[in-house]
């Protein structure tokens, strides 16, 4: 019998793409993104400050001994120098603010004293890039940022948002069918007779599916039939990517399932994998590459089997 | 300074519930159950044939000896036998089809075979019970089969389904409202200047309030101006259960974020945090129980603070 590796392996082998779409960025998070997605410009785009503080020239705090410099200006994030430092002088900055020509360090604010135009600074040795994230540091223009067939995490959003991607393109979801069959299954809000049971697993295979973002998800009942059976799969069968039946697998006089697949041209890849419950997993394939699944009808082992 | 399990316990002690609403079971998955589920009925709500085989009577076969009994009827599931199972006799019966009358077991078909109206068993030891799944074994009618405060899973809509829950009382989800500081930061879809960078931290936020499928999310920008914060992060609060502010909350001249917040009566459980990056992480609480998150204006920061 087929071991639940091997029927791994079988369905695997049967996967496909569902092709591709864009999506707004609000709308990709937990999809899987199917475009490499490249650095639009350096990151960072400028020679950025990382604290408040003076741009300054290193060179300047060479000799060891307390310095003072002119104060040229102040530099908010957003806004752009209109002065280089040369020598004697530097510019306030802020946090997020490009650094201005001229300037190759910032002092943070709390190692200095403002007095009139004339910065003091409290400390004597300044490096080079100090309190500077270079630009391109993180990435040059270009640089591949995010693999394809990635999961959209918020991380990947953020740097899809910061790269400008207002749209996405994600791998397109399959559409699913699933059809619960037995005489005594009945709807979620129809009145149940003793010897009913309303329809639950449905709502499992529902729920399986939505945790992977899979939402174009119809459900119908289908009555231990042959005929009706045969309408309802090949219904969907026109209309879906994949359909999942619960029910009528097993070899009992009602398990038409089986039968009535390969009737419809789907070609059985596996029957009866080597798990229990959920035994009588039935797999097959359409001719165009459509994937069916029939397992069985007992709540735990339609589960165990999805 | 606050440890990061201090924080934990500091926001946690402000959490408090945002009340539930009624939702149809399919948009219910994933969501946090709010009302106890109790068996409608007993669950299974009948003596279920568990097999394909004939419901019998288990004295018929304490002889030790080959038996052959006489066919009554078929009845498949969704059916009601209509005729008692009495000594001689049997009836045939598919999976999941009520046990009939009289009958207190279940001979599997593949044990027997059919000779016109006489079934004649080729095995001799039947056990009183066997291949019954019988009424209440799982639950019996008025027992608790799911607390409240449960997450809504695959396994717990199909116990929701079953018992007849077309909709399902689940915990509000809070409604929130991002704003992302810094005159350097535009918005996604707006042309981007040298010294400017797209705002990210609102997408990596909307992604992990995503995550607990909270979606009812507003982000909007906010210039480092005091006045223009304050009015923005006031209408927030009216509006929203929770605000997420995204830079200004360190020490520099425009980081406006903690005196607004105070400003607006918002009170401070905690600012700064020994983690890094995230450190400057502000947390506080209006009087009407609304949190309010500062989270520092790095985007690794924004994704650890949060």
Not at 29 to 42: K, S
Not at 50 to 70: C, K
Not at 140 to 152: G, M, V
């Amino acid at each position: 019998m087929t071991t639940v590796a091997e029927a791994q392996q079988f369905i695997l082998a049967h996967a496909r793409s569902f092709g591709t779409e864009s999506v707004p960025l609000a709308a990709a998070l937990g999809r899987v993104l199917a475009q490499p997605v490249i650095a639009d410009r350096d990151y960072p785009p400028f020679d950025r400050a990382t604290m408040d503080g003076y741009a300054v020239q290193s060179a300047d705090f060479q000799h060891n001994a307390e310095v003072s410099l002119r104060l040229l200006e102040r530099i908010h994030a957003g806004d752009t120098g209109t002065q280089i430092v040369e020598t004697g002088t530097c510019s306030k900055i802020m946090t997020g603010a490009p650094v201005p020509s001229g300037a190759d360090a910032v002092v943070r604010v709390e190692d200095t004293q403002l007095e009139g135009d004339q910065v003091r600074f409290t400390m004597t040795s300044v490096r080079g890039g100090q309190n500077i994230a270079r630009r391109g540091e993180d990435a040059h223009q270009n640089d591949l940022l995010l693999n394809d067939n990635l999961l959209i995490t918020p991380q990947a959003a953020s740097v899809l948002a910061v790269t400008g991607h207002a749209d996405v393109v994600v791998a397109r979801l399959p559409t699913v069918g699933i059809v619960s069959t037995g005489n005594e299954v009945i709807p979620l809000g129809a009145p149940v007779l003793p010897h009913q049971i309303r329809d639950s697993n449905a709502w499992a295979l529902r729920g399986f599916f939505a945790t992977c973002q899979i939402t174009d998800v119809t459900a119908t009942l289908a009555a231990d039939d042959k005929a009706a059976l045969r309408d309802t799969v090949a219904g969907l069968l026109e209309q879906k990517d994949i359909v999942v039946l619960s029910g009528g697998v097993s070899k009992g006089d009602a398990d038409y399932v089986p039968e009535v697949l390969q009737s419809l041209g789907v070609r059985q890849v596996f029957h009866r994998v080597r798990i229990k419950p959920g035994g009588p997993l039935w797999f097959g394939v359409t001719a165009g590459g459509k994937a069916v699944f029939g397992l069985p009808g007992n709540p735990v082992s339609v589960q165990v089997a999805c």
